[in-house]
């Protein structure tokens, strides 16, 4: 059960009559009382004449007229509740009795209170009910509304519980508000895919992922095609900014400006300064700085880059340390990086990661002097970098970073649970599903090719190699000829002893980091790792094969070559995870 809370100016007919109207859309059915502060409020009932609402709508200002001037600014409080998609549908009486609980628990209504504020509950639809009330009391007083939309969360809690609703995850104070009714409405009616309040905090977190100092954070602003507004002291000193979509105006053809505290609480110009001018701590490693080989884009090997530094982040994440809610931070900076530059394949599915894992990086958790210097800078170089191109090299390393922040999320669930944050974990492993459809996506070509090259090895590496994987992981399958799991590690293990690498050592370390049990396919992490420890290209050269034949020598035909040319299947599926051993 979903409460919303707002507050008003204006006097109660305003509202009462939008309540008993027939909506903006024609929604509204059925329009009618459940409950009131009485018992006994006149109920105008589905299209009532004006006198009627007004009528409603005088007793409720009665107590707000005795006080004249005295009257608070604030004189309106307005409370939606909505059940989930597929809860029963609850009756008058459950909505009435549901009505009392909310007013009760914010202070509103009092249970035995008969001097307290006035209110109605109004019903227009099977799924939820408005609350409306004055914030005068009818003893002259004003309502006690501290904290009132926590205490509506929490009861919302213990009414799903005790009445079998889908229960949701409590909050903590931390998430970033969400955009209202009328930004949807106006959103759907000027053909917007979201409400700009949406489009607006994610291009500020992009702006912001991996920037080096607060002005080059207002020129990535600017050059993303937001409107962008300062705000000076009289010193001239910035001491905030707002955002404004291009087209997005109001009434009066003004622009409207949405504060970086407004679109999320780590937005805010102080929350940036504080994170752009960390001070960072001694001994931090920075990204791979060495110029980059012939056959790797700039794009692929910050990429390449990145993974090193997320895995350090595994490390951190698993040693339940609120150091880790700095590293969120960070990860969620890479990950604003990789969607923003990412190939058009993949771009969808990381965008949405990034969005769910952004409710992950907030929490009341605070890491003092916490180092994010390695994970900004990678972002930094993946966001100079570029876009990659989602083939040949882009490809595999896109894949091998995606295999990566698999586990980085699923760990940052498992932080989060242990500490009861559970929006930032359910956040965390949706982020998780989105970075494994995309793996999926970007996977499919380079192990295509390495399944393909470990099939074409000789038989007695193959077995040797099969031998040493069995050995190093304990695998419950014994060494097999053709056709085996392992085909793809198998040969990246003859490509790493062929470049002069030991292939059990580099197996031992691979399957030594944290992580791995909870791999769904546990030989793709291994792969992804031992290319980058051994520094193959994050996309191997297709097996050589000589030309195939038919019976009498010929060339294939058309048909053959076409076979031969079929798209990549998809990659297997990551990062189930397993019982830990």
């Given at each position: 059960?979903?409460?919303?809370?707002?507050?008003?100016?204006?006097?109660?007919?305003?509202?009462?009559?939008?309540?008993?109207?027939?909506?903006?859309?024609?929604?509204?059915?059925?329009?009618?009382?459940?409950?009131?502060?009485?018992?006994?409020?006149?109920?105008?009932?589905?299209?009532?004449?004006?006198?009627?609402?007004?009528?409603?709508?005088?007793?409720?200002?009665?107590?707000?007229?005795?006080?004249?001037?005295?009257?608070?600014?604030?004189?309106?409080?307005?409370?939606?509740?909505?059940?989930?998609?597929?809860?029963?549908?609850l009756?008058?009486?459950?909505?009435?009795?549901?009505?009392?609980?909310?007013?009760?628990?914010?202070?509103?209504a009092?249970?035995?209170?008969?001097?307290?504020?006035?209110?109605?509950?109004?019903?227009?639809?099977?799924?939820?009910?408005?609350?409306?009330?004055?914030?005068?009391?009818?003893?002259?007083?004003?309502?006690?509304?501290?904290?009132?939309?926590?205490?509506?969360?929490?009861?919302?809690?213990?009414?799903?519980?005790?009445?079998?609703?889908?229960?949701?995850?409590?909050?903590?104070?931390?998430?970033?508000?969400?955009?209202?009714?009328?930004?949807?409405?106006?959103?759907?009616?000027?053909g917007?895919?979201?409400?700009?309040?949406?489009?607006?905090?994610?291009?500020?977190?992009?702006?912001?992922?991996?920037?080096?100092?607060?002005?080059?954070?207002?020129?990535?602003?600017?050059?993303?095609?937001?409107?962008?507004?300062?705000?000076?002291?009289?010193?001239?000193?910035?001491?905030?900014?707002?955002?404004?979509?291009?087209?997005?105006?109001?009434?009066?053809?003004?622009?409207?400006?949405?504060?970086?505290?407004?679109?999320?609480?780590?937005?805010?110009?102080?929350?940036?300064?504080?994170?752009?001018?960390?001070?960072?701590?001694?001994?931090?490693?920075?990204?791979?700085?060495?110029?980059?080989?012939?056959?790797?884009?700039?794009?692929?090997?910050?990429?390449?880059?990145?993974?090193?530094?997320?895995?350090?982040?595994?490390?951190?994440?698993?040693?339940?340390?609120?150091?880790?809610?700095?590293?969120?931070?960070?990860?969620?900076e890479?990950?604003?990086?990789?969607?923003?530059?990412?190939?058009?394949?993949?771009?969808?599915?990381?965008?949405?990661?990034?969005?769910?894992?952004?409710?992950?990086?907030?929490?009341?958790?605070?890491?003092?002097?916490?180092?994010?210097?390695?994970?900004?800078?990678?972002?930094?170089?993946?966001?100079?970098?570029?876009s990659?191109?989602?083939?040949?090299?882009d490809?595999?390393?896109?894949?091998?970073?995606?295999?990566?922040?698999?586990?980085?999320?699923?760990?940052a669930?498992?932080?989060?649970?242990?500490?009861?944050?559970?929006?930032?974990?359910?956040?965390?492993?949706?982020?998780?599903?989105?970075?494994?459809?995309?793996?999926?996506?970007?996977?499919?070509?380079?192990?295509?090719t390495?399944?393909?090259?470990?099939?074409?090895?000789?038989?007695?590496?193959?077995?040797?190699?099969?031998?040493?994987?069995?050995?190093?992981?304990?695998?419950?399958?014994?060494?097999s000829?053709?056709?085996?799991?392992?085909?793809?590690?198998?040969?990246?293990?003859?490509?790493?002893?062929?470049?002069?690498?030991?292939?059990?050592?580099?197996l031992?370390?691979?399957?030594?980091?944290?992580?791995?049990?909870?791999?769904?396919?546990?030989?793709?992490?291994?792969?992804?790792?031992?290319?980058?420890?051994?520094?193959?290209?994050?996309?191997?050269?297709?097996?050589?094969?000589?030309?195939?034949?038919?019976?009498n020598?010929?060339?294939?035909?058309?048909?053959?070559?076409?076979?031969?040319?079929?798209?990549?299947?998809?990659?297997?599926?990551?990062?189930?995870?397993?019982?830990?051993?």
């Open positions: 059960m979903i409460p919303k809370i707002r507050t008003g100016t204006d006097r109660a007919f305003p509202l009462i009559d939008y309540l008993f109207g027939p909506g903006k859309h024609e929604e509204h059915i059925d329009q009618h009382l459940v409950a009131s502060w009485n018992g006994f409020a006149p109920d105008p009932g589905p299209n009532p004449e004006r006198h009627q609402v007004a009528k409603l709508a005088n007793q409720l200002d009665q107590p707000v007229r005795v006080l004249g001037k005295q009257a608070p600014a604030t004189r309106i409080w307005h409370c939606s509740l909505r059940t989930a998609p597929g809860d029963r549908h009756d008058d009486t459950e909505w009435a009795t549901i009505a009392r609980r909310i007013v009760h628990a914010t202070g509103i009092p249970e035995g209170d008969t001097a307290a504020c006035r209110w109605v509950a109004v019903r227009h639809a099977d799924d939820h009910i408005h609350i409306a009330a004055t914030l005068v009391r009818q003893d002259g007083r004003l309502a006690g509304l501290s904290f009132d939309k926590r205490k509506a969360q929490t009861e919302a809690r213990l009414i799903e519980k005790e009445y079998g609703l889908r229960r949701l995850n409590p909050g903590d104070g931390t998430a970033a508000k969400n955009p209202t009714s009328q930004e949807h409405f106006k959103a759907e009616r000027t917007r895919t979201e409400p700009p309040r949406e489009t607006l905090r994610e291009a500020v977190r992009q702006a912001l992922a991996g920037a080096d100092n607060e002005q080059e954070f207002f020129t990535r602003l600017r050059e993303a095609g937001l409107r962008v507004k300062l705000r000076h002291a009289p010193s001239g000193d910035v001491l905030g900014y707002n955002v404004a979509l291009p087209g997005d105006r109001n009434r009066t053809g003004e622009p409207i400006w949405f504060p970086g505290s407004k679109l999320a609480p780590d937005l805010s110009l102080p929350r940036i300064r504080r994170r752009l001018d960390a001070a960072p701590t001694t001994g931090t490693p920075e990204p791979d700085d060495r110029p980059a080989r012939a056959d790797r884009s700039a794009p692929a090997r910050r990429r390449r880059d990145a993974v090193g530094i997320a895995e350090s982040t595994l490390a951190v994440l698993d040693q339940d340390d609120d150091e880790a809610a700095a590293q969120l931070v960070g990860a969620g890479l990950l604003d990086a990789l969607a923003q530059t990412s190939p058009a394949a993949t771009r969808t599915e990381l965008r949405d990661a990034a969005r769910a894992f952004e409710r992950a990086t907030r929490s009341h958790v605070r890491a003092e002097n916490a180092d994010i210097r390695a994970l900004r800078s990678a972002a930094r170089g993946i966001v100079q970098a570029g990659a191109l989602g083939r040949g090299e490809g595999g390393a896109t894949a091998m970073a995606l295999s990566t922040f698999v586990l980085v999320t699923l760990a669930a498992r932080w989060h649970s242990a500490r009861g944050h559970a929006q930032q974990a359910a956040a965390s492993r949706q982020a998780a599903d989105h970075l494994r459809t995309a793996y999926q996506q970007a996977a499919a070509t380079p192990m295509r390495m399944r393909e090259a470990g099939r074409a090895l000789p038989e007695a590496d193959r077995r040797r190699h099969e031998i040493t994987i069995h050995t190093v992981l304990d695998s419950d399958r014994r060494p000829a053709r056709g085996s799991d392992h085909d793809a590690l198998a040969a990246v293990l003859a490509e790493a002893e062929k470049a002069g690498h030991d292939p059990k050592a580099l031992e370390e691979a399957a030594s980091w944290r992580e791995l049990d909870t791999a769904r396919n546990r030989d793709d992490v291994l792969v992804w790792r031992i290319r980058r420890i051994a520094d193959l290209p994050a996309s191997p050269e297709p097996p050589h094969q000589a030309p195939a034949t038919t019976r020598g010929a060339k294939p035909g058309r048909t053959a070559q076409r076979i031969a040319l079929q798209p990549a299947q998809p990659a297997p599926d990551l990062h189930r995870p397993t019982p830990r051993r």
